[in-house]
């Protein structure tokens, strides 16, 4: 049986994703290029699972091609979808494009030192990822080698990452938020003329909240299953964030802020990095070194492996519930311009 023609889709999928990335820098309607982008990032979550990253697909997909452009539609919901061409700026404009050129040669000259692209002999392939494959399921009992290296072997790191996202979501909310009493004037509001809102479609509204069961659903499956297939906490976070933003834009902001009041959104974000960071002090407290899983043997069920994979499942469902919130708030901001009151 001949080989499967792989590279000539990779090579396909690297045209379009030049393609893309070229008209989402040159159309002038910024709605256009949202959607650009959006397939843009679609087709780099082919090349991603097309190499192997599955995971790494996974989270393209979700973020890149998912939530990152609602949030641009969201952003230019309130900023307008047509950008001004702006006249002259020629000199500014070559001057970035050296300072790129020149950036880009420095990246590219530092090709040489690094290791042939599958080489057996470098330093990952030698020793770092053999280790990661022989012993994963040995000391965490987790079948998912990706979700292992990161909530376990790498877990600082992780917890970083999720603190970015917490301060993320803070300084958004910090630079775009709105007391709405300082808006409130003597002068009488202008009350413009009723329009067509496309939130008031019947067929919309239920379709939204037939979807939403199901969005949930999956998003805690990819979570507590991330320990034995692509997924994990970020991921389902997304996509738990990713329901309820549905839900606001075939209903309305008022709908969500209903359910979810604006100080129960940012205890949430806390909550997730507070969860995953206590996890890591009862490591401490029971006398191991810090978010090591092991030592939770006597709180948690099962050995040391089990209380590994314990472990890893709880701090997942920490990152998840930064990842939903954050996720949400930022779309409160950005559709409401920082008034959370109504928007997109």
Not at 152 to 164: A, I, K, P, S
Not at 281 to 305: H, I, K, T
Request: with cysteine.
């Amino acid at each position: 049986m001949s080989a499967l023609p792989i590279w000539q889709f990779d090579v396909l999928l690297l045209m379009l994703v030049l393609l893309f990335a070229v008209v989402a820098l040159s159309i002038r309607n910024l709605m256009g290029a949202a959607v650009v982008f959006g397939a843009y990032s679609f087709m780099m979550c082919l090349i991603w699972a097309g190499m192997g990253a599955v995971d790494v697909a996974f989270t393209e997909a979700a973020v890149g091609a998912g939530v990152s452009t609602v949030f641009v539609v969201s952003t230019l919901y309130n900023t307008g979808a047509t950008m001004q061409r702006r006249t002259g700026g020629l000199a500014f404009k070559l001057f970035i494009g050296v300072v790129v050129t020149v950036a880009g040669a420095f990246l590219l000259s530092a090709l040489p030192d690094f290791p042939k692209w599958g080489a057996p002999d470098s330093p990952v392939n030698a020793t770092v990822a053999p280790y990661y494959i022989l012993n994963t399921f040995e000391d965490a009992h987790v079948h998912n080698i990706v979700t292992s290296v990161l909530a376990d072997y790498r877990g600082f790191d992780t917890l970083l990452e999720t603190t970015v996202v917490f301060i993320a979501c803070i300084a958004i909310y910090s630079i775009m938020r709105v007391d709405n009493a300082k808006l409130e004037t003597d002068e009488p509001a202008i009350v413009a003329a009723p329009r067509y809102d496309p939130s008031d479609s019947l067929i919309v509204r239920q379709a939204s909240r037939f979807m939403v069961p199901f969005m949930q659903l999956f998003a805690l499956y990819v979570i507590a299953h991330g320990h034995y297939s692509p997924g994990g906490g970020f991921q389902g976070g997304v996509i738990l964030g990713a329901s309820l933003i549905l839900l606001a834009i075939s209903f309305d902001l008022k709908f969500l802020l209903r359910q979810w009041s604006e100080k129960t959104l940012m205890l949430l974000v806390a909550a997730g990095v507070f969860l995953y960071a206590a996890v890591g002090l009862a490591c401490v407290f029971m006398g191991g070194n810090y978010l090591d899983y092991g030592f939770l043997d006597s709180v948690l069920p099962g050995e040391r492996d089990m209380a590994r994979s314990h472990g890893i499942l709880l701090v997942e469902i920490g990152v998840g519930i930064t990842v939903m919130f954050s996720m949400i708030a930022i779309h409160i901001n950005l559709a409401s311009n920082g008034r959370f009151d109504r928007g997109l």
